[in-house]
């Protein structure tokens, strides 16, 4: 069955350091791959996504993600957090075959201190 | 480019009750999904539209339906709601029609309609 961990609920960081957000995946063929970014009130923007090729992936916002298949992984990072950067996250499988559901994992929400 | 519009963006209904919400997508997208989003469950998938057909369907109660019409705007109706009906409505828009890998699937999202159930 399709599925997708994001095995961290809640991160803490401080203004400035580092961030990489964890996903894990379950997808019965090669996936699209999707983080997306939702600020309160907002709906869900797109940072970045995987389709096939260079398994290193820039996004908005200077955030960036690596497709590891033999991990079945596609972590988020940052190496530099802003406050701005303060949202809940969620990692996406889409579909190959259009008109099939995409699968969200539950999110992680970060925190950013200063 | 106009993004995907939910309306209304709050609401506030009783147990018992209909709810109407609505969603235009971006100029050009053809496919509109629906997902709930409640704090301790994520994003769940209730329905996708393309063409005014209903192409797939979450594991939602026959209480939610959904329709497309033939300018691709889509309305998703609750009927008797409940309180666990109380949830962020998102929809979202996409492409369609392009080649695999082409990026015509790719999701782009409304705010969201807030639907609080007394």
């Known amino acids: 069955a399709q599925s997708v961990t994001q095995p961290d609920i809640h991160i803490t960081v401080s203004e400035g350091a580092s961030l990489e957000l964890r996903c894990n995946y379950s997808?019965?063929?090669?996936?699209?791959l999707f983080w997306y970014v939702q600020s309160p009130g907002q709906g869900l923007q797109l940072l970045l996504k995987?389709?096939?090729?260079?398994?290193l992936v820039q996004g908005i916002k200077g955030f960036e993600a690596e497709f590891k298949r033999s991990q079945s992984s596609f972590n988020l990072r940052k190496p530099s957090v802003h406050w701005s950067d303060a949202a809940e996250y969620f990692c996406?499988?889409?579909?190959?075959?259009?008109?099939?559901?995409?699968?969200f994992g539950t999110g992680t929400s970060l925190t950013v201190i200063p | 480019k106009a993004g995907v519009t939910q309306t209304p963006r709050y609401l506030i209904k009783t147990r018992g009750q209909q709810v109407t919400l609505s969603c235009s997508p971006i100029?050009?997208?053809?496919?509109v999904s629906w997902y709930q989003q409640t704090p301790g469950q994520g994003l769940q998938f209730l329905f996708e539209?393309?063409?005014?057909?209903?192409?797939n369907k979450g594991n939602f109660p026959g209480r939610f339906s959904g329709r497309q019409f033939s300018n691709s705007r889509s309305e998703m109706n609750v009927s008797t709601l409940e309180l666990g009906d109380s949830a962020l409505y998102l929809c979202?828009?996409?492409?369609?029609?392009?080649?695999?890998?082409?990026?015509?699937?790719?999701?782009?999202f409304g705010a969201g309609s807030r639907l609080t159930v007394l």
């Open positions: 979202a828009s996409s492409l369609e029609g392009g080649p695999p890998r082409s990026g015509a699937n790719v999701l782009t």
């Open positions: 997808y019965g063929a090669t996936p699209y």
């Open positions: 995987y389709f096939s090729g260079d398994t």
């Open positions: 996406a499988v889409g579909p190959i075959i259009t008109g099939n559901q995409f699968y």
């Open positions: 100029s050009g997208h053809r496919s």
């Open positions: 539209y393309f063409s005014e057909t209903q192409r």
